[in-house]
């Protein structure tokens, strides 16, 4: 994903990304992110996310580890899509829910919450 000036956006943008892959291959998403799941920080999946936090961090926009606020973000994100591709939510309520979620995450981390 490209860099912007904003670290958030870019953040929000690997959300967006992420759930759109899933829909787009569900049986890909199932192997790859089926079943239980341990969080690796140094994965490849991983790795965008950081890259976008550290930078938020280094703005002063986030506050925190690093590892913790991928791995809320992670959660969150994951939980949202499994409901999805489950056919626990509708497509729009998903979509509703990822651009309130993911901000609310987000918020939850930033220098002005603390």
Excluded: K
Excluded at 21 to 26: D, F, K, Q, S, V
Excluded at 77 to 86: F, N
Excluded at 95 to 111: C, D, F, M, N, V
């Amino acid at each position: 994903m490209p860099h912007t000036d904003d670290p958030l956006a870019d953040i929000h943008a690997l959300a967006a990304a992420y759930r759109h892959r899933a829909r787009e291959h569900p049986h890909l998403y199932t192997v790859l992110f089926g079943g239980v799941q341990t969080f690796d920080p140094t994965g490849d999946p991983v790795g965008p996310l950081l890259d976008g936090i550290d930078r938020a961090l280094a703005a002063s926009t986030l506050t925190g580890d690093a590892t913790s606020i991928a791995l809320s973000i992670w959660v969150t994100l994951h939980g949202l899509v499994a409901l999805e591709l489950a056919g626990a939510l509708d497509a729009a309520t998903a979509e509703a829910t990822l651009q309130s979620a993911i901000p609310a995450t987000l918020r939850g981390w930033s220098t002005a919450a603390r």
